[in-house]
């Protein structure tokens, strides 16, 4: 069963600084890879899909690196701001017909 | 493009009762799901549809029934409420493999409190 871990559950940075979030998955056989950001109180945000096929994917100051051999992605953030403050997840889907397995999170809060 | 939407935003039941959450999408995608959000517990499947027609169990689908109304609509339903399904519940779609990127997407949640 696949399993995926976000550590730490928290996060607390200057602004400015640049920061990766990990995650780490226990089955490497996985189709595809997305990173998530959820503001409290609402809902989950897409912010990268990562195929299996692909090392990463950038979309503006964010940048999300896969290894699959090692079970783990990254989530690159450049020169953080206060509105980056939210809790980023990770998830894995399986196979072609599984279901996305969800990290529990972690709260990121970038300080003025 | 409004995405995935869902009602209410908010509700109160007492336990026992019953009620339905709404879910819809204009994103023309086959797959459809329910989960609950939990402090601790991270986000849990409840129920799933690969397309219309069809529906599967979650992890967690007991005291829930789903109904797939066509492509656009898939709807949770609680039968009778228990005060253990206070929960944030998310609807979420996305295509299926060969119908573009496998991309998620997700409503705004429904903040369900049971007394």
């Known amino acids: 069963k696949q399993e995926v871990t976000q550590i730490p559950a928290a996060l607390s940075v200057p602004e400015g600084e640049n920061l990766v979030l990990n995650c780490s998955f226990t089955?490497?056989?996985?189709?595809?890879l997305q990173w998530f950001r959820q503001d409290p109180g609402k809902g989950l945000t897409s912010l990268l899909l990562i195929q299996s096929s692909q090392r990463e994917q950038t979309s503006g100051r964010l940048n999300a690196s896969l290894d699959k051999s090692s079970g783990r992605s990254t989530l690159y953030i450049a020169a953080s701001q206060p509105g980056d403050s939210a809790t980023y997840l990770c998830?894995?889907?399986?196979?072609?017909?599984?279901?996305?397995?969800f990290g529990k999170g972690i709260t990121l809060s970038v300080r003025p | 493009n409004a995405g995935v939407t869902q009602t209410p935003k908010f509700q109160v039941l007492k336990t026992g009762q019953s009620m339905t959450l709404q879910c819809a999408q204009d994103?023309?995608?086959?797959?459809m799901y329910w989960y609950r959000q939990d402090p601790g517990m991270g986000l849990r499947l409840i129920y799933y549809s690969a397309s219309e027609g069809t529906t599967d169990k979650g992890e967690v689908p007991n005291g829930y029934n789903v109904s797939r109304l066509n492509k656009r609509e898939f709807s949770l339903r609680l039968e009778s409420a228990a005060p253990s399904q206070t929960s944030v519940y998310f609807c979420a779609s996305c295509k299926t493999p060969g119908q573009g990127p496998y991309e998620q997407y997700f409503g705004p949640g429904t903040r369900l409190t049971v007394t």
């Open positions: 998830a894995v889907r399986g196979g072609a017909n599984s279901k996305l397995t």
């Open positions: 994103m023309n995608h086959n797959s």
């Open positions: 089955d490497s056989a996985i189709y595809n």
